[in-house]
């Protein structure tokens, strides 16, 4: 997409004379300090979160942190640098980043959190966001062999391999969560778990109906289902208390089902998860038109915005169409192609197939002129919020209200 440097000076709010950028609007809950080398001139989430380790050290002392590496935060890492006797270049690579990181948890200097033996990771390893050493290099090399993984090895389980984690764990229909414990380690080694662990779950069945104050394996699955999407934060326990009856509520007032807290076999409809399509590298075959699939278009819109949502993070690749990288209409039809939703491949020829709506609904695509007609398109997920592929950005939730997008919003149409 074209246009980026007119974003870049949107996103960008105030300059100081120091050269520091002071950059609105970050989303910190996806940064992931160590998935990259951040250097002077970079704006980026993972620079935000470089300066508030580098400021609980005592290295960083403006007043708050800003995401962009001025020259304020050379500085930083310059002095950390010296104090830990890495060569000082101000640049935040593996080196100072793992001993950085090593430092916020809790270990000296730059030592790994792990064994340094190259078979460190064993079956009874739990890896997780924070975690670094020999073990999560090694699980990156086994993710990376099999095609998960598209990164530098750098031993800092961050952002990027928590990505790479889910989506082996979608594609061995595993518990989707980014979290390396026994059952993916020993799925990445094609071993048996060392110990028992919860096996993926069925959905449930829809002709179940569930209330509060019922209990079992229908509860538990519905309770996962439920934290899969984000409206379940509590532990899953198989007990329909009071936390359950408000995920179901907050789900159903979300998909416009009847909000009574009772899961009956509509909102149970809408939570089932569908057979994926058996598609190559998650494009459709066809060019042009759109084709919906069978079942329920509930369940087929929470698991677009679902998929959609798991791959926050992927970066920017022009022409790209898989989750080493996507352009804006790649990203789209490759989520809608995980659902069995057969679009178009480029932005001009959804735009030209789907049926326009006046207002955009969860699901629906959104789209914006940016070089002169439909240019630009993302995937709504309600709260005047979409999620799309940025050429500066990669896959990321941005708001409609934004001024760049607001102005240059097209209308919204419906492809499914």
Known sequence: ??????????????????????????D???????????R???????????????????????HTSTGYFGSITEDAVREFQMKHGLQVDGIAGPQTLNALLSQMNGNNGGQQTSSSTPSSTSNSTILRFGSSGQAVRDLQE?????????HSITGQYGRITTEAVREFQRANRLSVDGIAGPQTLAALTNQAPAASAPQ????????????QGSRGDAVRDLQRSLKDLGYYRMS???????GTTTAVREF??????TVDGVAGPQTLSALNVNPRPNTSNGQSSSSGGHTAPSGNRGATITNIVANASELIGTPYVWG???????????????????QGVSIPRTVAQMWNAGTSVSQPSVGDIVFFDTTGGPSHNGIYIGNNQFIHSGSSTGVTIASMNNSYWASRYLGAKRLY
Request: include cysteine; glycine fraction near 10%.
């Open 200 to 211: 993926y779950n069925a959905p449930v069945q829809q002709t179940t109906v569930l209330r």
């Open 252 to 257: 159903q007032r979300k998909m416009g089902l």
């Open 40 to 62: 002077k001139g970079q704006s980026h989430p993972d620079v935000k979160e470089l300066q508030e380790a580098l400021k609980k050290k005592g290295f960083f002392n403006y």
């Open 320 to 338: 790209g169409t898989t989750p080493r990288g996507f352009d804006c209409s790649g990203f789209v039809q490759y989520v809608f192609a995980q």
């Open 236 to 242: 899953v326990d198989g007990i329909f208390g009071a």
């Open 1 to 26: 997409m074209k246009g980026s440097s007119t974003l870049k000076k949107v996103v960008i709010s105030s300059t100081f004379a120091t050269g520091l950028f002071l950059a609105t609007q970050y």
């Open 28 to 38: 910190t809950a996806d940064a992931a300090l160590g998935d990259q080398t951040l």
């Open 142 to 150: 086994k993710l990376k062999a099999k095609g998960f993984y598209n």
